[in-house]
């Protein structure tokens, strides 16, 4: 069930066509740090928060929080990756086998900060978006 919602977000990220190519899950690879992008946008998902109502048996709500890192090589750069992400994102509502998804929500935001544990230094922005997913 995870994978498949996964799957649901990396695709409607990928389907822009600044993103596109440039979007990738987890940590950047060291094959593809070599020839790193100059923007690129990362995702991180957590396993998902499950509540189950007493009542409505083993069915579960599961609640996904993803966590984005736009990445630029200056901060107008990172934020215009995040804009990309926003755009194809926020009230967006994926469609999962098997799960009546709600609309994904902008949970949380930070500033623009820098990595100067690379060369050259990035800029990057992180947002988390939340998902509610029920069982059909």
């Known amino acids: ?38 923007r690129y946008c990362t995702i991180f998902t957590n396993s998902g928060y499950r509540t189950v109502e007493r009542l409505s048996g083993p069915s579960a709500t599961a609640t996904f929080t993803y966590t984005i890192h736009s990445v630029g090589t200056d901060p107008q750069q990172a934020q ?3 804009e990309r992400v926003f755009a194809q994102l926020l009230d967006y509502t994926p469609t999962v086998v098997g799960r009546q998804c709600g609309r994904l929500r902008h949970a949380a935001s930070q500033p623009v900060q820098v990595d100067t544990d ?15 997913s029920d069982p059909i």
């Not at 919602?5 to 695709?11: E, P, Q, R, S, Y």
């Not at 409607?12 to 440039?22: H, N």
């Open 1 to 38: 069930m995870i994978r498949a919602h996964v799957n649901a977000i990396l695709a409607r990220l990928r389907e822009d066509t600044v993103l596109q190519g440039f979007t990738f899950e987890g940590v950047v690879l060291p094959d593809v740090q070599e020839n790193r992008p100059q």
């Open 80 to 82: 215009a990756v995040a």
């Open 118 to 132: 690379v060369k050259p230094p990035l800029y990057y922005c992180v947002d988390q978006f939340d998902l509610t």
